[in-house]
């Protein structure tokens, strides 16, 4: 669903892996980005398992660079003490054999340089890292380094074994170990294993250290989910465009945009986007990751509102219900007019207002504004006398029904309400602080709060109404660098609308560039009021033409005919200076 109509919003390609030939790769190998992280592997035997009241009898530790061993350290230490029996039934080492071989202070400074500025690494690196740092404390000397954990990332890589003990990996990974038991056997093996482990990383998405330090606390549920995202991602281009998550029936469950597709969906699967709970429940559902390359940002935003508006994905909460945009409606056509909530504009002469995005904000707007002009809400008949209503008691209404106002006079209040929801109503709301400030002083608390609701709901109100007078007003050409070299990109904007976006070589003739602003600013190309489906986007180019930055350049465009040939030539200038000149002279 959505595919034909994805190809038809722009004139790039809608790319599916369903569509083409996956690339097979080479077999994974370590992530560029760690092949340039240090790592030490280390391994201890010591006389017990308490750092504080035992000591290390054999140490060793290799150095892993670019993804290879690059130096090795390796000793057995003269602990000064008896070695325990059990200890020498597991390792071998007995005190002969230390009898005569270094203490730890001999070796301690050169073990100290060996493990500086590496990550340490070690299978349960707490244990291995507590007892480095206690036998260095004892000497006056401060160790600390980040480190790795191998049963860690071993439960998270290697998911589903029964044991995730030393033995029990190398057997599963066919891992040989020469000494099991001994420092440097261990420590061969554990050094294997992290090499393992590191060429599985592109897998998840891990191309960086600081990564691989995080991905190690990942809950287990998460890194699959990892896993499956990034081969979602796999063929994804880092370039600007829309993306569109898809479940295995094919249904877009999620559209996003990005200036980097492929950097934001893989996002997404690692949970480092806030808020977004709608899509993250639905996450295991995406089986397929389409998506659309675009010339700009801005066609990326456009695309996208258009793409959630046709699909309506269950992931996306904003947009999804423009076709019920609230407006306010005042049928000037009556006799006495009344200010209605409508989700139903008609071409009926009667006077609309919106639309809206919020119906909260429409519902406040109505009765405040019904309540501060005391404009009637019921649909009785002129003439007939009928009992006052329970709004006329409470001065709430001035009763047009039973005679009590002229039409001149209601109509004067009906004209100032719609001065106020047109956007000119500042004025007005001034008044209405000036009497909610002298009720407050005349402690008259109640009416001054009412007040205050009142005004909070009609300023919320004229702000977005003031919004869409100004965007409907923009005629102007922006221009902005193209990612191609030589090129400039051109946007045609007409009241508030993208009419037309196109890239330009800086050497277009200025005939090109004329037939272009007449086609789109002639004053017969007029376009009629917004509609439900224009006001997102109107919003959206708004807030783009705000925050464009220095390479962003705009021209406005004024009604009279001459107006376009000047905006002609200083088109023609822009393009000719070329894209650095472009974004020095930016707005």
Not at 17 to 34: D, H, I, R
Not at 106 to 124: D, W
Not at 251 to 276: C, D, L, M, P, W
Request: with cysteine.
């Amino acid at each position: 669903m959505g595919d034909d109509f994805a190809r038809s919003l722009t004139g790039h390609t809608l790319w599916s892996p369903a569509a083409g030939t996956a690339e097979t790769g080479p077999e994974l190998m370590v992530p560029k980005g760690l092949r340039g992280q240090p790592f030490v592997v280390v391994d201890l035997e010591t006389t017990g398992p308490s750092a504080l009241l035992d000591h290390v009898i054999e140490v060793a530790a290799l150095r892993v660079e670019g993804g290879r061993v690059v130096d090795r350290f390796e000793s057995l230490v003269d602990p000064g003490v008896s070695i325990p029996p059990f200890i020498t039934s597991l390792t071998g080492i007995d005190d002969d054999m230390v009898q005569g071989k270094p203490r730890w202070h001999e070796i301690a400074p050169s073990l100290f340089a060996f493990l500086a500025g590496a990550i340490f690494v070690a299978h349960n690196a707490g244990f291995d890292h507590g007892f480095l740092k206690q036998e260095f404390r004892r000497l006056k000397m401060t160790y600390d380094s980040q480190r790795l954990c191998t049963v860690r990332l071993s439960r998270r890589v290697f998911p589903g074994l029964g044991s995730y003990s030393l033995d029990s990996i190398i057997s599963h990974l066919g891992i040989n170990c020469s000494s099991r038991h001994r420092a440097g056997g261990d420590a061969d093996a554990t050094c294997e294993l992290l090499l393992r482990i590191l060429s599985e990383m592109s897998g998840f998405g891990i191309e960086e250290a600081e990564d691989l330090l995080r991905f190690q606390e990942t809950p287990s549920r998460k890194c699959a989910d990892m896993r499956d995202g990034e081969r979602l991602v796999a063929h994804l281009p880092s370039a600007c465009g829309v993306y569109m998550m898809k479940d295995e029936q094919g249904h877009v469950i999620y559209v996003g945009k990005s200036t980097n597709i492929r950097r934001r969906v893989r996002e997404h699967f690692r949970a480092e986007t806030n808020g977004q709970r709608r899509l993250r429940k639905r996450l295991r559902f995406v089986k397929q990751v389409d998506y659309i390359e675009t010339a700009s940002e801005l066609e990326a935003l456009l695309v996208e509102s258009r793409l959630i508006k046709h699909c309506l994905p269950e992931g996306n909460k904003l947009q999804r219900d423009y076709e019920s945009y609230p407006f306010i409606k005042i049928n000037i056509n009556e006799k006495f007019p009344r200010v209605e909530f409508t989700r139903e504009p008609q071409d009926d002469g009667v006077r609309y207002f919106g639309p809206f995005t919020q119906s909260s904000l429409v519902d406040a707007a109505v009765d405040a504004v019904r309540d501060e002009f005391r404009l009637r809400t019921c649909a009785r008949r002129f003439g007939q006398k009928e009992g006052s209503c329970a709004r006329r008691d409470m001065g709430r209404c001035l009763a047009p029904c039973s005679g009590e106002i002229s039409r001149e006079e209601y109509m004067e209040r009906i004209e100032e309400a719609m001065r106020l929801l047109s956007g000119h109503g500042s004025t007005y709301l001034q008044t209405m602080e000036e009497r909610m400030n002298t009720f407050a002083e005349e402690w008259r608390f109640e009416e001054a709060a009412a007040l205050r609701d009142r005004i909070a709901a009609l300023r919320a109100l004229v702000q977005v109404q003031e919004k869409l007078n100004s965007v409907g007003c923009y005629d102007l050409v922006a221009l902005m660098p193209s990612a191609r070299s030589g090129w400039i990109q051109l946007f045609l904007i007409r009241q508030g609308r993208l009419a037309m976006q196109v890239a330009c070589p800086q050497d277009i003739e200025p005939e090109d560039v004329r037939r272009l602003l007449h086609q789109v600013y002639s004053p017969e190309h007029r376009t009629m009021a917004i509609s439900k489906d224009e006001v997102d986007e109107m919003h959206i180019i708004a807030d783009w033409l705000r925050r464009g930055g220095e390479a962003l350049r705009k021209i406005p465009i004024r009604p009279e005919p001459e107006s376009l040939e000047e905006v002609v030539e200083e088109v023609i200038r822009e393009l000719k200076k070329g894209d650095a000149a472009l974004a020095e002279t930016g707005d």
